[in-house]
């Protein structure tokens, strides 16, 4: 039977609709997923992520542990309070997931690691600091809300008198009373994302509907992030491809020279040799939706669709593909025994909740 989280009973009185995702029970939507999309566009929407797995390490060995278990240096985070996002690696440079890692204080860090992942990152994790001098704890207490959308800071501030939250940068966090609130999403709006005790979930969701947040599910949080550019773990990358083929090259952090991370050796290796295929955007006059799993034929070889679906907000079907690293142009998906033309463009296909004003016509 799939887990619950705390504001279950919440999303039936929302009338959401209820799916299974990573062994969780969650709103795929309640009405509308268009309507949900441009909510967290052009005004705020919130999103239970109480099925992410939050790990608190502490101890005097936690930095260093940290800084051989991801391919980020959490010795860019100089000072409590501040995140970065990066990728725990396999000795092969494959993608064992990727996670946020916030710095509470001296020798205490928390991490934000996917549902779907949760027992092979655990089982990782403890294996790798198995001799290092750190506390491991899984808070299986704790429920995590994302308020997320132009005007979602000042609702998180009014609900919860947290006035400092306006000045937080980007993956910046604060504790707050029982509230630990981090300026981070997965939407590629402004926003936060709360951590908060189980039982405190409901009555602030609650609260946030009353002014107006509106609630939202799985679907729209795929279509946002998929119009961000934003990697989903099991569909654009995993241990098959690496940072560097996963257009997130920029959160291995290669220097300090000597800082060993795992899986640094078969990266170097990558990079000196130059990659053969590239994650990049696809972008459809009409036609049809493509799907994860869609073949890509190109002029250099044939790749593959790892996510796609319809852009509410760039209006036309949009996909993240795999393809060899020298294509540019137009490209072939294969839908439905069809050929649907598409063009190759940078990610994200959305910034600052309006389309890239350079996207081509597909």
């Known amino acids: 039977m799939p887990a619950r989280t705390p504001l279950y009973d919440a999303h039936l009185e929302a009338g959401a609709k209820m799916v299974e995702f990573a062994g969780w029970e969650l709103p795929i939507r309640y009405g509308s997923l268009v309507e949900e999309h441009q909510a967290v566009r052009q005004r705020a929407g919130m999103f239970d992520v109480s099925h992410m797995t939050v790990v608190d390490l502490q101890g005097c060995g936690a930095r260093g542990a940290l800084r051989r278990l991801l391919a980020n240096d959490v010795d860019k985070i100089r000072e409590p309070g501040q995140a970065i996002y990066g990728c725990m690696l396999d000795h092969s440079g494959g993608i064992i997931d990727d996670l946020i890692t916030y710095r509470i204080e001296d020798d205490f860090y928390r991490l934000v690691v996917n549902a779907a992942t949760r027992e092979a990152d655990l089982a990782w994790i403890r294996e790798q600091l198995a001799e290092e001098d750190v506390e491991i704890v899984e808070r299986d207490d704790l429920a995590m809300i994302a308020v997320q959308g132009p005007e979602s800071v000042a609702h998180v501030v009014e609900v919860l008198g947290a006035q400092r939250v306006e000045q937080l940068k980007p993956f910046r966090s604060t504790s707050h009373g029982d509230f630990f609130i981090a300026r981070t999403g997965y ?162 296909f959305v910034r600052r909740g309006k389309p890239r004003d350079d996207l081509p016509l597909a």
């Not at 869609?294 to 790892?306: D, I, L, R, W, Y």
């Not at 209006?315 to 649907?340: C, K, Y």
């Open 187 to 348: 939407t590629g709006e402004d926003g936060c994302e709360i951590i908060l005790p189980g039982d405190l979930a409901a009555p602030l969701w609650r609260k946030f509907i009353e002014r107006g947040v509106v609630p939202c599910g799985l679907g729209a949080r795929d279509s946002l992030r998929l119009e961000a550019g934003l990697n989903l773990y099991g569909q654009d990358m995993d241990t098959g491809t690496t940072p560097l083929e996963s257009n997130i090259a920029w959160t291995v952090a290669f220097d300090p020279a000597d800082r060993d991370f795992i899986g640094r050796e078969a990266l170097e290796a990558q990079r000196r040799e130059g990659v053969s295929r590239k994650l990049t955007g696809l972008l459809f006059a009409s036609g049809g939706i493509p799907r994860q799993g869609a073949a890509v034929h190109t002029p250099a070889g044939e790749g593959v669709v790892t996510s796609g679906g319809f852009g509410p907000t760039v209006e036309r079907p949009v996909a993240m593909a795999r393809i060899p690293v020298d294509v540019d142009g137009e490209v072939e998906v294969e839908l439905r025994g069809r050929r649907l033309a598409a063009r190759v463009v940078k990610l994200p």
